[in-house]
């Protein structure tokens, strides 16, 4: 999926909900040892920033170099740019080698990778015992009764411009395949739901529609989905421009450890 977030990255930076501390809080209390950890698909390096306050050290990858171009700098994370033709063994030493990271996370990322490969990455690299392995999506967003069912529509309106791995966040990540042993924060076929609070104005949301792939991928086609027309529809339901409400995305996680 190398190059799918490289047109909106500014975009993007501004659009993501922050995922809440207390996340970081129960992973780091589920590994052993907090010496590395591995954020995969980093983008601009919020899930990583979050991990390096309980990790000493945190590597975020990510295949777009555009993304990278908007990460936070932070003393205890180092961003390392990973293209699609990197081979595993560059990969692995790159990491820190087989068997050497206590946490790998993954936000919002992993219904884009080649599954069997990056399973069989995390299994190496993984330490044994006590290392983990989380991912987490997050495919809905709670605004108000009247709201909900005009986003709805517009959601809709977006179905054939999604790339088909996004199946996997429409179902809550219910059916993405993840062997590994559960450590109590979800697991196969039984995601962790969780939602993420924040406070959003009509301006954000706006953002944060402009920075899907699937509304940036219409565009390219020539299909505008979110017009004019269709913005003061948005813009209607909400309230007005420049009303901040208090919204939830509905998120879900998958955490396990290698099973020995």
């Not at 390096?52 to 700098?73: F, M, N, R, W």
């Not at 030493?93 to 919002?108: K, R």
């Not at 969780?194 to 920075?211: A, T, V």
Request: net charge neutral.
């Amino acid at each position: 999926m190398a190059g799918l977030f490289d047109q909106q990255a500014d975009l993007y930076l501004d659009a993501r909900p922050t995922y809440p501390f207390q996340w970081y809080s129960m992973l780091a209390a589920r590994t052993l040892h907090r010496s590395l950890a591995w954020d995969v698909g980093t983008g601009n390096g919020q899930a990583a920033i979050g991990v390096a306050e309980h990790y000493e050290q945190v590597i975020g990858t990510d295949v777009s170099e555009a993304q990278l171009q908007h990460a936070k700098p932070h003393p205890k994370v180092k961003y390392l740019y990973t293209p699609l033709s990197i081979s595993d063994e560059e990969l692995l030493s790159s990491i820190g080698g087989e068997n050497s990271v206590d946490l790998i996370t993954v936000a919002q990322a992993v219904h884009w990778f080649d599954l069997p490969k990056f399973y069989s990455l995390v299994t190496r690299l993984l330490r044994k015992p006590g290392g983990i392995v989380a991912v987490w999506c997050y495919n809905d967003i709670a605004v108000s009764p009247t709201f909900d069912p005009v986003m709805k529509r517009f959601h809709d309106t977006t179905l054939p411009y999604w790339n088909p791995n996004i199946q996997y966040v429409f179902d809550g990540y219910k059916t993405l395949p993840f062997p590994f042993e559960s450590v109590g924060l979800g697991s196969e076929g039984q995601p962790l739901a969780l939602d993420i609070p924040k406070k959003l104005s009509f301006e954000g949301f706006l953002k944060m529609l402009r920075s899907w792939s699937a509304v940036v991928t219409a565009k390219n086609q020539g299909v505008d989905l979110l017009s004019e027309n269709v913005v003061k529809e948005l813009e209607s339901a909400w309230g007005r421009s420049n009303l901040v409400r208090s919204i939830a995305y509905k998120a879900f996680m998958l955490a396990g450890k290698v099973k020995l």
